[in-house]
């Protein structure tokens, strides 16, 4: 299994809205990552988990939060998000340390708030 | 601060054009490299990548990008590319041993039939 799988594909939520983005991986990558993609933009790291411990969180509001349960699952909090947090997020796993393949990235989860 | 550059943000190139897309980073140490597309509406998709040794490398669908450390660059080539290859590419870098990948805004490329 060389996927990286994100559910749901499309998510539409409230701003008083409580969810959860989930990311499932089952090829013994340690190392699992959430990146936020505007339009036309290029993707943006927000959070790094390296044996299932949280190693970078580059300064993201508490609305979101991440869990990283096992080796193989991560989720993605959403609380009292923002219409300006209406984006693609994506999921991505490596190998740990140089991670020589580079990144496996999901299909994403497309988020609006209204 | 580490930062990538992609000059050109649309490309339009005829079929069996031959393609080069530029990358810039500024970065003053040991760095992996990375060129990533992403076709419509799919996810990122690794083309190829640089760590060390021979400075021409060569990915998937026929593309190759060459690393300049001298110049900072590492542009992607394709000697004749095809409609499949409509989509945005992005050039990525990362410091060695670190987690964090910086991406280029990226480059939409539409190839006409």
């Known amino acids: 299994d060389t996927e990286v799988t994100q559910t749901p594909k499309h998510l539409v939520m409230g701003m008083t809205n409580k969810k959860s983005l989930k990311c499932e991986q089952h090829?013994?990558?340690?190392?699992m990552y959430w990146y936020k993609q505007k339009a036309k933009k290029p993707p943006e790291l927000m959070f790094v988990?390296?044996?299932?411990?949280?190693?970078i969180n580059e300064s993201v509001p508490s609305r979101f939060s991440p869990e990283c349960p096992n080796s193989s699952l991560l989720n993605l909090h959403l609380h009292a998000l923002q219409p300006e947090d209406s984006a693609l997020y994506l999921c991505?796993?490596?190998?740990?340390?140089?991670?020589?393949?580079?990144?496996?990235f999901g299909s994403g989860t497309r988020l609006t708030v209204v | 601060a580490q930062s990538v550059s992609q000059h050109n943000h649309h490309v339009i190139l005829s079929e069996a054009a031959s393609l080069e897309l530029g990358c810039n980073y500024s970065?003053?140490?040991?760095?992996?490299l990375f060129w990533y597309v992403q076709y419509p509406g799919q996810h990122l998709q690794l083309l190829l990548k640089?760590?060390?040794?021979?400075?021409l490398v060569k990915g998937i669908k026929g593309f190759e990008a060459e690393f300049i450390k001298s110049k900072f660059s590492f542009n992607l080539r394709k000697p004749s590319v095809q409609w499949s290859d409509t989509a945005e590419y992005f050039c990525?870098?990362?410091?060695?041993?670190?987690?964090?990948?910086?991406f280029g805004t990226g480059t939409r490329l539409k190839v006409l039939a």
């Open positions: 991505a796993s490596s190998q740990v340390g140089q991670g020589r393949d580079g990144y496996t």
């Open positions: 090829m013994g990558h340690r190392a």
């Open positions: 988990y390296s044996y299932e411990k949280l190693s």
């Open positions: 970065y003053g140490g040991t760095v992996n």
């Open positions: 640089y760590f060390s040794g021979d400075p």
């Open positions: 990525a870098v990362r410091s060695s041993g670190t987690y964090k990948y910086i």
